[in-house]
């Protein structure tokens, strides 16, 4: 019979300079189905922490003030899911024929 030798394994070293060249961290942060539900909103701007407190109660006051709204979750506090209508309209382009 032959002896048999203990298995002797690879060390577990990275080689440098060779492969797809994707930098680290491997495959992760891929998205999948289902996904985690949404977290609560935090505002980034004093515009959208004015609108969380409840100080401003309308689009109305952003508009009239001139206000650039820089989070979407701002137009959905005051614009609720189901409200919005849309409407689709065909424009023709027209070709107006000169006199000469």
């Known amino acids: 019979m032959a002896e048999q030798q203990p298995a002797v394994e690879a060390p577990q070293t990275q080689e440098r300079g060779f492969g797809r060249g ?3 961290g491997g495959r992760g942060g891929r998205g999948g ?7 609560k909103w935090v505002p980034c701007t ?3 922490r004015l609108v969380e407190a409840g100080k401003i109660s309308s689009l109305e006051e952003i508009f009239l003030f001139s206000m650039p709204i ?11 899911e ?11 382009p027209v ?4 006199s000469a």
């Open 70 to 80: 820089k989070e979407h979750q701002i137009v959905d506090a005051f614009i609720k």
């Open 46 to 48: 004093k515009l959208g």
């Open 33 to 39: 189905r289902g996904g985690a539900a949404e977290a």
């Open 22 to 24: 994707r930098g680290r």
């Open 82 to 92: 189901g409200t919005m209508k849309e409407d689709l309209m065909k424009i023709f």
């Open 95 to 98: 070709q107006k024929a000169t």
